[in-house]
């Protein structure tokens, strides 16, 4: 104990003063204090991993969050790009349906209805050669754009896939219709120079605009 002038005046009293300081000090050193310090140590150990787990786990929240709102975007993009192609798909659907209801209400439909009659212009053998199987390519091309028109109203699901895997092999039609290009285009050259009835026809088609041969 250091010696202050004026506090501790003798030996006495400063022997008494060590004596109380040390019983001071080993009331703040008893079991008693030292558990209630551990226990105070302790809880505020906890409190510090929980405020640590508690960072942790805010920071994996707003990991997460930024990776499914990533991840939406992605989505809700290539939704709105597969909505254009199946739009262009769509549109081209209409355009060519179009065409070939033409040819197979103006061209086909007359000249079939003719065969066997005094007005038959061609036999019903060249007209198959010259248009084969377009009636089965409208339906096919007719049943595949409905499907596709019905499932962009639908907007509780914009996949496509499942349509295009129906109808692909009712597109084989086309294998036929395409193998049949050089015998329609050779049976229409022959028509054209053989038979002036078909001509006059063509001719007159072409000047009422209905379709262009």
């Known amino acids: ?21 040390s019983h001071i000090d080993g009331q703040q050193q008893s079991p008693e204090r ?22 942790i786990c805010a920071g994996l929240i707003v990991y997460h969050t930024r990776r499914i709102l990533k991840k939406i975007r992605n989505r809700l993009k290539c939704r709105k790009h597969r909505k254009n192609v199946v739009s262009e798909i769509l549109a081209t659907e209409n355009t060519y349906i179009e065409s070939i209801s033409k040819i197979i209400i103006g061209v086909v439909a007359p000249l079939e209805s003719a065969v066997g009659t005094p007005n038959e212009v061609i036999s019903s053998a060249q007209l198959n050669a010259l248009f084969k199987n377009i009636k089965e390519l409208y339906s096919v091309n007719v049943s595949f754009r409905n499907e596709l028109r019905d499932r962009m109203q639908q907007s509780s699901n914009d996949l496509y896939s499942d349509i295009f895997l129906k109808h692909f092999p009712q597109f084989r039609v086309y294998y036929e219709y395409c193998g049949n290009y050089q015998n329609a285009q050779l049976t ?12 006059k026809w063509i001719s007159r088609i072409e000047h009422l605009s209905l379709i262009h041969i």
């Open 34 to 55: 030292l558990r209630q310090e551990e226990k105070k140590r302790r809880l505020n150990l906890v409190g510090r991993m929980r405020a640590f787990k508690m960072f």
């Open 1 to 21: 104990v250091p010696y202050r002038r004026g506090i501790f005046t003798d030996q006495k009293r400063i022997e008494q003063s060590v004596i109380l300081l």
């Open 188 to 199: 229409y050259d022959a028509l054209k120079k053989g038979n002036q009835a078909f001509v």
